[in-house]
């Protein structure tokens, strides 16, 4: 084992792969979406005397974890999802990773937890690509990257943990879902809700994905790829998928998307479309946008494309809706035209084929 130091406070170990290259580079091949992993992690420790301390790229290993640690049994937990891509001259590139370090900041402070500083959220990001750099896939692939924090103090009363842990792991994935560039179906659920008012919908806290299980395995059921959610209050508002936001296009001219308020997740692959839409001359509307209306304006032609958006899927196009009511097509309920373009050049964005304008992609320095 090696130590050396990357930077002032990211120690390194590295570890000699268990994996032969041959083995690495046949796995990449067909990487599936989060089973395969890399051979390193990013830790960090919090503790209330030393504050962030000890951050380290280690090899990748099972955590040790007291059976009262505060996370099993209260759910303080967060994390975050982003991707880096190997571009064809092979410079490796990160999308917009300050935002992922400001909302992981913004989601520890609304569940308690004690921020982890941008820039040491960045440096670590940063640090494990590059010692697991032989493990990003090319073309279409990339490496899913997992930062997360968790409450690790042996503690079962109920307050705010005085221990965490951070910790980044990584992932090469190809395709999210299986269908590639085919549209997905949804199933609306209009009994179990995702997010209330005042509660964690804008946080990215592992418990609202856990609230979001019965539902999705409802539509599994129904034959559906993912479930949407409407509001907690009335049942009537489109809020999003379970960890996709979610675009309706017009033959207007506009596209409707539901605003951010506290119960949807602030994606930055949506703040990213909305931006892209824009340009293109699109009106984007930040505005509630019932099931009803979404009913009316696809029987009356008026929607004419509808997609979900996130880092894991990028952008998917929505085609069959089915409900308790019935079920209806979203225009001929295969990916729409603007769908395949956004998504297209959002890609193209982040595989540094196009020249970035918007100073959006980070290289990592070799
Ligand atoms: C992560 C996530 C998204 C998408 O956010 P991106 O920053 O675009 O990846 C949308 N909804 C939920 C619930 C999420 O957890």
């Not at 997360?148 to 395709?175: D, K, T």
């Amino acid at each position: 084992m090696t130590v050396t130091s990357a930077s002032p406070e990211i120690k390194i170990e590295l570890h000699k792969s268990p994996v032969s290259d041959a083995e690495r580079l046949q796995a990449l091949e067909a990487p599936g979406f989060g089973k395969l992993f890399t051979d390193h992690m990013v830790l960090a420790r919090w503790t209330a005397d030393k504050g962030w301390h000890d951050a380290k790229v280690t090899p990748r290993r099972p955590l040790e974890l007291d059976p009262a640690s505060a996370v099993l049994h209260y759910a303080q937990e967060i994390f975050e999802g982003m991707k880096a891509y190997k571009a064809d001259d092979g410079r490796i590139l990160l999308f917009r990773p300050e935002e992922n370090a400001r909302r992981f900041a913004q989601s520890a402070t609304r569940m308690a937890m004690p921020p982890v500083p941008e820039e040491l959220f960045l440096k670590a990001v940063e640090a494990l690509v590059r010692v697991d750099k032989g493990w990003i896939p090319s073309g279409d692939a990339s490496l899913y990257l997992r930062p997360f924090m968790f409450a690790n103090e042996a503690f079962l009363g109920v307050r705010p943990a005085q221990e965490y842990v951070f910790c980044v792991i990584a992932s090469p994935v190809g395709a999210y879902f299986k269908g590639g560039a085919k549209a997905v179906s949804l199933w609306v659920e209009t009994e179990y809700t995702r997010a209330a008012s005042g509660g964690t919908g804008a946080a990215k806290c592992g418990g609202n994905y856990a609230a979001s299980l019965v539902a999705q395995a409802e539509a599994s059921k129904r034959g559906c790829d993912q479930v949407v959610f409407l509001d907690a209050a009335e049942h009537r508002w489109v809020e999003e998928l379970g960890g996709m936001n979610v675009f309706f296009v017009m033959n207007d001219g506009s596209m409707v998307t539901p605003p951010l308020g506290g119960t949807i997740l602030p994606g930055i692959t949506r703040a990213s479309v909305i931006v892209l839409a824009e340009e293109r001359g699109f009106r984007v509307e930040q505005r509630p946008y019932s099931f009803a209306e979404w009913q009316e304006d696809a029987a009356s032609g008026k929607l004419v494309e509808a997609f979900a958006c996130g880092t894991a899927a990028v952008l998917a196009g929505i085609g069959l809706v089915r409900h308790a009511g019935g079920e209806f097509l979203v225009g001929d309920g295969q990916t729409g035209k603007l769908t395949s373009e956004l998504r297209q050049q959002l890609v193209s964005l982040q595989k540094g084929v196009t020249n970035d304008v918007h100073g959006w992609t980070r290289l990592i320095p070799a």
